[in-house]
């Protein structure tokens, strides 16, 4: 019976399921699912068959389609540019490899500059030859100066023009007046005779007057006009002839200084000064003739002619008796070190620009300003022109230093052809005669930092470096895109500390300093001869280049350093000093 019940159960059933399926609607959702499962099969078939894609040069690989998706891969968002994590990790990495790239790049260019600063002609190709270069395909270092061009335009501009009572000084910068197209048109020819013979200023003067201390074009003219008598025979012309100070323990500041006093003495008594022995320029580095001789860092201070004709009379007695030829020893040192300013030009001192801050007040006077005034003069002449030495010096303390930062700039300009397409063109004219005269490149605005502290501290009042970086601070907040600083000092201590400002670059010389409390004696013979006087002069000239300055009027090194920077042009740039000289 249940058997029977069962059956007719399931009969009716199948009538009624066969009267549901012969319906229109059930027949269309049957189609539906149908079409669905075979759509999705296709779409399953095809990505399997591609595996991967290629995006940027770099291989995705698709997600396992059986795996479940973690939750931090899902991005919604109703940006239409949203990037799922997996793009935006291999981008990440696409632009790592740019950057690593671009690194060697530049670590390839600052190489090739390294080898023309260190190496010969023919090391130079070789190591080029490693490197898969060519002098022809490795682009100008803009960071660097051509030394030899720099030092033989200069030799001309340093000497008498023909029977000329003047250097040519024309007014025209570089070499731009020994374009042929000049040299050969008679009118220009005609002027550029008259404005030598009338004499124009010197060309190592930076800016107007009113940008230098008063009357310094006039008086830098005046004072290589004294120097540089037409005929160094004649009987009427006299001498001092005078070594550097060596006694120990006198630092190159202190050198300097006592030469601007005899400068003063030979000028007031109107004599020729020639300089003879410097014992810091009495090392390997200095070559030939200028070994010893302060021409191995400058131009000399007087003509070859002049010097020749002054040691020749050192050996006659007739010259002593006359009073042709003085020494450094008829001088008493009241008379180097505190004689009389030369007047010769009036008392421009008395209206110095009031432009050096000292405990947040401007210094409009004090009692040695005739003192500060000659001896910005005295050492702007005496540095007047830097020789060939001196220049590669420089060279090597911009690339250690700018170098790399150079090398990117100069990369970018050039796209990402180089080195494989690039070769270097004939210069043009006005890259010979005009841009020549421009200086190398440094990354601008700059601000000169000199912190003197260890034994200085028996002669002046010592400031923290702390208390530089606070005035550095207040620089910036006028001057708010300067974020390099030249860093001159003795002191590991304030390298070390200079490390914990990481909002500024700060750029040094790689040089042994003091560690400790020693003199500034044993530091420069634990130095050596050499390294102890170039380190100093290289700072010292690039903070007269610096677009700022903060030091210690306290401290000679630093006094001077202000003088160079006001007959350079930079007057109103200013200057802040953590202390006063001590003699004011």
């Not at 490899?97 to 060697?104: A, L, S």
């Not at 180097?336 to 300013?341: A, F, L």
């Not at 207040?474 to 500390?497: A, C, Y």
């Amino acid at each position: 019976m249940e058997i029977s019940s069962q059956k007719s159960l399931e009969k009716v059933l199948s009538q009624r399921a066969l009267q549901m399926g012969s319906s229109f609607p059930c027949q269309i959702c049957v189609v539906g699912f149908l079409c669905g499962v075979c759509l999705t099969s296709l779409f399953l078939a095809a990505l399997t068959s591609f595996g991967s894609f290629e995006f940027g040069g770099f291989s995705l690989s698709t997600m396992s389609l059986g795996a479940s998706p973690r939750n931090s891969d899902i991005v919604a968002s109703t940006d239409c540019n949203f990037k799922p994590k997996e793009t935006e990790r291999l981008e990440v990495d696409s632009q790592s490899v740019k950057e690593r790239t671009d690194d060697e790049r530049v670590s390839l260019l600052y190489s090739a500059w390294s080898a023309k600063l260190t190496k010969s002609v023919d090391e130079e190709s070789e190591y080029l030859k490693q490197l898969r270069l060519s002098r022809s395909n490795v682009p100008n270092a803009p960071h660097l100066e051509n030394c030899k061009l720099r030092t033989q335009v200069n030799e001309r501009l340093d000497r008498h023009h023909g029977n000329e009572s003047f250097p040519p000084w024309t007014g025209w910068k570089g070499v731009l007046d020994m374009n042929p197209a000049t040299t050969t048109n008679e009118q220009m020819t005609y002027f550029r005779h008259r404005v030598i013979s009338e004499g124009a200023y010197p060309p190592w003067i930076t800016g107007s007057d009113e940008e230098n201390y008063p009357y310094t074009r006039k008086v830098q003219r005046d004072i290589w006009l004294h120097q540089h008598p037409l005929n160094c025979r004649d009987p009427n012309v006299k001498f001092l002839v005078a070594d550097w100070e060596r006694l120990p323990g006198f630092g190159i500041g202190a050198q300097l200084a006592g030469m601007c006093g005899l400068l003063a003495i030979a000028i007031n008594e109107k004599r020729v000064l020639v300089t003879n022995y410097y014992n810091r320029a009495d090392h390997d580095g200095c070559k030939g003739s200028s070994r010893a001789s302060w021409s191995c860092y400058f131009f000399p201070e007087t003509s070859q002619e002049c010097r020749d004709r002054a040691f020749d009379l050192l050996g006659s007695d007739e010259a002593w008796k006359r009073g042709i030829i003085t020494a450094k020893e008829n001088y008493s040192s009241k008379e180097i070190w505190t004689g009389r300013t030369p007047r010769l030009w009036g008392d421009p001192w008395a209206y110095l620009q009031p432009t050096t801050e000292i405990n947040g007040s401007l210094i409009a006077y004090h009692r040695k300003m005739d003192r500060r005034w000659w001896r910005s003069q005295a050492v702007r002449y005496l540095m007047r022109f830097q020789s060939e030495y001196m220049c590669g010096l420089l060279n090597v303390a911009h690339h250690a230093a700018f170098g790399k930062e150079a090398a990117k700039i100069v990369l970018k300009s050039l796209g990402k052809e180089w080195p494989k397409e690039f070769t270097n063109k004939p210069n043009s004219d006005i890259e010979d005669y005009v841009w020549s005269s421009h200086k190398p490149w440094i990354p601008r605005p700059l601000l000169s930092m000199h912190v003197r502290m260890g034994d200085k501290a028996c002669e002046m009042k010592v400031v923290e470096f702390e208390e530089y970086m606070h005035l550095a601070d207040r620089i910036r907040k006028r001057f708010p895109h300067l974020n390099g600083i030249w860093l001159s000092t003795e002191m590991q201590e304030v390298i070390d500390k200079s490390k914990s400002y990481s909002n500024w670059n700060f750029y040094y010389t790689n040089v042994t300093r003091q560690v400790g409390n020693m003199t500034m004696a044993s530091y420069e013979s634990s130095l050596g001869r050499e390294t102890s006087t170039n380190y100093p002069l290289v700072n010292f000239l690039m903070a007269t280049e610096a677009d700022f300055f903060i030091g210690a009027l306290g401290s000679t090194w630093c006094f001077l350093i202000d003088g160079m920077r006001n007959t350079g042009g930079k007057v109103m740039a200013g200057y802040l000093s953590v202390n006063k000289d001590r003699f004011w």
